[in-house]
C-alpha cells in the first residue's frame, strides 16, 4: 500500500469551549492520512468524543481549524457539512441507533439515502455491505433479532456502504462482551486493510495497543501520538 | 512522503471558493471502501442530494410505523371532525337532493291561489267563477279547485261525538284536481261525473290512515250521512293540505252540504317559463273586484324554504365539527412535540448520515401531514358511511359532495402542516451532537 498523498482529516489547534466554560479541546492537532487506523484512548472526560465530533463536522471548533479532506471546515455552510458528511464520513456509535422494527438491510440502505442514490441502488449496496461485514445470512432481520455484536456489524456496514473517506467510531465496543467486542474490532482492522480510514475511541487499552497508531488524551490535550514517534525516527 | 505544507494550504484555499475541485488527487484515486472512487464528482461532494418524493414519504411514513397505536389514536381524533363535517355536508346534500328530485317529480309550476282577508279582517271569498277566470288565463295550463266544507265532519261511524273529526277536512274538489295537481291513487279511483253527484268520498293519505281505512267501499259519516269510500290518495309533499282532506264531488257538496260554491283553493299549473308572470296576474284575475283579499303562493317555494331553515342548524353542526377538527389537530401537535422529543437520537443519527436541516424539517413535516391525511381519509369514510347511514334511513339518496370530500382531506394537510410546523423546526434546529448525546 502506498503512502497516501493527503491527509483525509486534519485538526489545527483546534479548541473547543462548551458553553459554560469548559475546555474540552485545548489547542489540539492532529493529521490523519488515508488508510490509517487510529486508536484514540484516554480517561473519561478527556476530550475524545468532543474531538471524534469535531473531525466528523458534527460540530465546529471554538478556534483553530478543521480540515476533511483538504477543506476548512469553518467555512462550509451547515448544508454543505450535511452533504460532506453523507458523501465521505460515516459514523458508528456505542448505542448502535438502528432503527427499531425495520430490517438489517433497510437499516443499512439508509446510510445511502442522504447521498441521492435511488432506493434500488441502496439496497443493493447494502447487502453488499451487509455481506462484507459477515452478515449476508440476516438481512431480514430487526434489531430485536440481533445479537449486540450483530447490531453493531450492522451499525458498522450502514456507515461504510457509503464508502465514505473516514469512518468515525466512538466506542464501537462499549456495548458488547470482549468476544463480539474482538469481532467488531477485526472487522474495523478488516476494513482498514482495504483501504477505508478508521478513526476509533476506545477504553480498551490491550484493544488500542493492537492498533497501529494510538493517540492518547488527557485534559482536552493530546499527550501522546504514534505519528509523533514515527517522525522522531 | 508528505506533501509540503504550502501546497495543503494552496488546497484549503481553493476549497474556500466554495465548489473549485480541491484536491490534486484525481477522484479515483480517492479510496473509499474496496478502492472505488467515491459517488458523484468531487464539485458535489458539498451539495445536498435532494431526497425525492418517494422517500420523503418512505420516511415519514417510518415515523408512523414504529408508533401504530399513537398513530392510530391521534388520527382518530382528526377523524371525527372530518367525519362530523363530512356528515353534516353530506346529509344535508342528501336532503337536498331529496327536496331535488320530490320538485322535479312535482313539478314547481304549481301555484295556488286562496282567500285572504278583506278589510274588516274577515275571511274573503273567492268568487264562484274564479276557477273559470284563471283557467282562461294566457300560459295557464290547467286549473282546478277545492271548496272547504267547515261545518262538515267525517267520522269512522255514527257512533263518535261531534268534535271528535280528527282534523280531517271536508273538501268539496273538482274533478279535474288529480291532473292539475298530480294526486295519484293509492287504492281505488277518483270521483268521476258519476260519482261527483252521489256520497262518495276520496280520502287523502293521513286522513285515511287516521280513519283507520286501507281500501275502498267502505262507509264513512260526513256530515249527517253515509259516504262510500271510493279511493285513496297517495300522500303529495306539495299540497299537504290534501293529504288530511276528505275529497267530496263538487255536485255532492253542494247538494248534501250545503256548499255555496265558493273555491276556497285554486290550483293551477302555469308554463313553467311563465310561472312568474301568471303569478303576478292570478290576484287580479281571480278576484277582479278585490285583489287585494287574494293570497297567491308557489307550493314548491314553500318545501324549498322549509329546508332553508335547517341551514342554521346545519351550520350549528359544522361548528361542532370544526371544534372537533380543532382537538384533533392539538393532538396531532402533541403527538408530535413527543415524538420529536423521544427521537432526538433517531435525529443525530440522520444528521451523522448527512440530513440537512431541511431534511428533518420536511421528515416531521411530512409524518405530521400523513398523520392528519390518515385521519382525514378515515373521517371521510366515516363521514360517507354516517350520510349512507342515515340517508337510506330517510330514504333519501346518498351524495356526498365530492368538493367535500377534498376539501376535508386538503383540510387535513393544512392541519397537518400547522401543527407539526412547531415540532418540525425544533428537531431541525436541534444539534447533531446534542441529539446524539441522549441516550
Ligand atoms: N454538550 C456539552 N456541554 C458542556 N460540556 C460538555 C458537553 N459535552 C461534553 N462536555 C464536557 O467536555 C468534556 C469532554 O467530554 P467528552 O464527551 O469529549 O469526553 P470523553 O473523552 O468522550 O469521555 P468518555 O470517555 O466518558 O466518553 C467533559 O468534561 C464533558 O463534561
Ligand atoms: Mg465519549
Redesign the interface.
Known amino acids: 500500500m502506498s503512502?497516501p498523498?493527503?491527509?483525509v482529516v486534519e485538526l489545527r489547534e483546534v479548541t473547543k469551549t462548551y458553553p459554560g466554560g469548559v475546555t474540552a479541546l485545548d489547542a489540539v492537532s492532529l493529521t490523519v492520512q488515508?488508510?490509517e487506523l487510529v486508536a484514540i484512548v484516554g480517561p473519561s472526560g478527556s476530550g475524545k468524543s468532543t474531538m471524534l465530533?469535531l473531525l466528523?463536522t458534527?460540530?465546529r471548533p471554538s478556534a483553530g481549524?478543521v480540515?476533511v479532506?483538504?477543506?476548512?471546515v469553518s467555512?462550509?455552510t451547515?448544508?454543505?457539512?450535511?452533504?460532506?458528511?453523507?458523501?465521505?464520513?460515516g459514523?458508528v456509535?456505542q448505542?448502535f441507533?438502528l432503527?427499531?422494527?425495520?430490517g438489517a438491510l433497510d437499516n443499512v440502505a439508509?446510510?445511502l439515502?442522504?447521498?441521492?442514490?435511488?432506493?434500488g441502488e441502496r439496497r443493493r449496496r447494502a447487502r453488499g455491505a451487509l455481506e462484507?461485514v459477515g452478515l449476508g445470512h440476516r438481512l431480514g432481520h430487526r434489531p430485536h433479532q440481533l445479537s449486540g455484536g450483530e447490531k453493531q456489524r450492522v451499525a458498522i456496514a450502514?456507515a461504510?456502504v457509503?464508502?465514505?473517506?473516514m469512518l468515525l467510531a466512538d466506542e464501537p465496543t462499549g456495548a458488547l462482551d470482549s468476544v463480539s467486542g474482538a469481532g467488531v474490532l477485526d472487522l474495523l482492522r478488516e476494513?482498514a486493510e482495504?483501504?477505508?480510514t478508521v478513526i476509533l475511541i476506545t477504553h480498551d487499552r490491550d484493544i488500542a495497543a493492537l492498533l497501529p497508531r494510538q493517540v492518547q488524551m488527557r485534559d482536552g490535550r493530546i499527550v501522546h501520538d504514534d505519528a509523533w514517534v514515527e517522525a522522531v525516527s | 512522503?508528505r506533501?509540503p505544507r504550502g501546497r495543503?494550504h494552496a488546497?484549503?484555499g481553493a476549497?474556500?471558493d466554495g465548489n473549485a475541485p480541491?484536491?490534486?488527487?484525481p477522484a479515483g484515486d480517492?479510496?473509499?471502501?474496496?478502492?472505488?472512487p467515491?459517488?458523484?464528482a468531487p464539485d458535489?461532494?458539498?451539495?445536498?442530494?435532494?431526497?425525492?418524493p418517494?422517500?420523503v414519504l418512505?420516511?415519514g411514513a417510518?415515523g408512523l410505523?414504529?408508533r401504530p397505536m399513537r398513530v392510530f389514536l391521534s388520527a382518530l381524533g382528526i377523524a371525527i371532525g372530518i367525519a362530523a363535517m363530512i356528515g353534516v355536508v353530506g346529509i344535508s346534500t342528501s336532503s337536498r337532493a331529496q327536496l331535488q328530485a320530490t320538485l322535479d317529480r312535482l313539478g314547481t309550476n304549481l301555484l295556488t291561489v286562496g282567500p285572504g282577508r278583506d278589510m274588516f279582517g274577515e275571511d274573503a271569498q273567492l268568487p264562484t267563477a274564479s276557477v273559470g277566470m284563471v283557467a282562461r288565463m294566457p300560459d295557464v295550463e290547467s286549473a282546478s279547485a277545492t271548496g272547504k266544507l267547515s261545518d262538515a265532519k267525517v267520522y269512522r261511524n255514527d257512533h263518535i261525538p261531534a268534535g271528535e273529526s280528527g282534523g280531517i277536512s271536508v273538501l268539496a274538489a273538482r274533478l279535474d284536481l288529480p291532473r292539475t295537481v298530480g294526486l295519484t291513487m293509492a287504492t281505488g279511483t277518483w270521483l268521476n261525473a258519476g260519482t261527483a253527484r252521489y256520497p262518495a268520498v276520496v280520502l287523502g293519505a293521513e286522513s285515511a290512515q287516521r280513519l283507520g281505512i286501507a281500501t275502498p267501499n267502505v262507509q264513512v259519516w260526513l256530515g249527517s250521512q253515509w259516504f262510500t269510500v271510493v279511493g285513496i290518495l297517495d300522500a303529495n309533499e306539495l299540497v299537504p293540505e290534501l293529504d288530511s282532506a276528505a275529497l267530496v264531488g263538487w255536485d255532492a257538496a253542494a247538494s248534501d252540504l250545503g256548499f255555496d260554491g265558493h273555491p276556497t283553493t285554486i290550483y293551477t299549473r302555469a308554463d313553467k317559463a311563465a310561472v312568474e308572470r301568471v303569478r303576478e296576474l292570478l290576484a287580479a284575475t281571480a278576484s277582479p273586484e278585490s285583489p287585494t283579499e287574494v293570497e297567491v303562493s308557489r307550493p314548491s317555494d314553500a318545501l324549498a324554504a322549509e329546508s332553508a331553515s335547517n341551514k342554521a342548524f346545519t351550520g350549528l353542526l359544522l361548528g361542532l365539527g370544526g371544534v372537533a377538527l380543532l382537538v384533533g389537530g392539538v393532538g396531532v401537535a402533541n403527538t408530535m412535540v413527543i415524538s420529536v422529543l423521544e427521537r432526538r437520537?433517531?435525529i443525530?443519527?440522520?444528521?451523522?448520515?448527512?440530513?440537512?436541516?431541511?431534511?428533518i424539517r420536511t421528515q416531521f413535516l411530512t409524518e405530521s401531514q400523513l398523520l392528519a391525511a390518515l385521519g382525514g381519509i378515515g373521517g371521510v369514510a366515516l363521514g360517507i358511511v354516517v350520510t349512507a347511514v342515515f340517508a337510506v334511513t330517510q330514504g333519501w339518496p346518498t351524495v356526498v359532495p365530492p368538493w367535500a370530500m377534498a376539501g376535508g382531506i386538503l383540510a387535513t394537510l393544512l392541519i397537518g402542516g400547522v401543527a407539526g410546523l412547531y415540532p418540525a423546526i425544533r428537531a431541525a434546529r436541534l444539534?447533531?451532537?446534542e441529539a446524539?448525546a441522549t441516550?
Open positions: 503512502l498523498l493527503e491527509p488515508a488508510g465530533h466528523g458534527l460540530d481549524t480540515l479532506e483538504g477543506r476548512d467555512r462550509m451547515d448544508r454543505r457539512l450535511s452533504a460532506l458528511r453523507a458523501r465521505r464520513i459514523f456509535f448505542q441507533h432503527a427499531a422494527g425495520v439508509d446510510g439515502l442522504y447521498g441521492g442514490a435511488p432506493l462484507r450502514r461504510v457509503g464508502e465514505p473517506a476494513l482495504t483501504g477505508t | 512522503m506533501r495543503r488546497m484549503s476549497a474556500q480541491v484536491t490534486g488527487v480517492r479510496t473509499g471502501i474496496g478502492g472505488r467515491s459517488a458523484g458535489d461532494r458539498d451539495t445536498p442530494a435532494r431526497l425525492g418517494r422517500d418512505r420516511v417510518a410505523r414504529a437520537a433517531e443525530g443519527l440522520r444528521r451523522s448520515l448527512g440530513a440537512t436541516r431541511g431534511q444539534a447533531p451532537t446524539l441516550p
